[in-house]
């Protein structure tokens, strides 16, 4: 599990969290899109990007104030959390264990109480 406060300023990009690292083309992600409003759990195998699940459009959050960003993985299931509201779940295994970090895509972003279990 990740959870992060993050504060974003800019209105294009991406950011989120990142779990079950084992090196830098195999991990899951998630991610707040900043232009489609969505949030999406994602796996990188061998470098290739799949998309587990996606939300359909939530209320942005405020640009300029820190929210509370969650990326809880346990077992196969991943579920992500934006201000303590559950906003998409996916079901993987191929990850079973790795570090957890912090992902920004093209977006002005701060992280600020980052705790990784």
């Not at 990188?44 to 990326?71: C, E, M, N, R």
């Amino acid at each position: 599990t990740a959870d992060a406060k993050v504060n974003s300023w800019n209105t294009s990009g991406k950011l989120g969290l990142i779990a079950r690292y084992t090196d830098q083309t195999n991990y899951y992600w998630m991610n707040y899109d900043v232009n489609s409003q969505t949030v999406s759990i994602l796996k990188k195998v061998a470098g290739t990007d799949t998309t587990l699940a996606q939300s359909s459009a939530i209320t942005a959050p405020t640009t300029g104030v820190y929210h509370s960003y969650k990326f809880d993985v346990s077992g196969s299931t991943l579920k992500v959390y934006i201000d303590g509201t559950l906003e998409v779940t996916a079901t993987d295994s191929t990850f079973t264990s790795g570090y957890g970090g912090l992902y920004d895509y093209k977006e002005q972003a701060y992280f600020d109480n980052v705790v990784v279990q």
